[in-house]
């Protein structure tokens, strides 16, 4: 298994490995090779200590029932007249001031 790891210098004289979710773990050493043992290390010593990396099957949200049909009226030469008698409606809603 590879994991995207960050290597950085710290100070004057040596090195960070910072390791991402879900191995959040970060290790030091004098040159960026031994930060990177120093963290491959300390990642092994939490496996060793029970610790998994397990893969989740996610379903993901539902489709919305209405999504088939969705783009269905646009070439009907009645939508727009439609929509436009329903924002003249929507306008004529919000400025009666007593609504029922």
Request: proline fraction near 13%.
């Amino acid at each position: 298994m590879q994991v995207p790891v960050l290597v950085e210098p710290v100070g004057e004289h040596g090195f960070r490995a910072t390791g991402g979710e879900p191995i959040r773990v970060t290790a030091e050493g004098a040159t960026p090779e031994q930060a990177l043992a120093n963290l491959k290390e300390a990642i092994e010593n939490r496996l060793a200590n029970g610790a998994r990396l397990v893969p989740l099957e996610l379903s993901g949200p539902a489709e919305h029932p209405w999504l088939p049909y969705a783009g269905t009226l646009k070439d009907d030469p009645l939508l727009e007249p439609w929509k436009e008698a329903m924002a003249e409606y929507r306008r004529q809603r919000d400025a009666d001031p007593d609504p029922p």
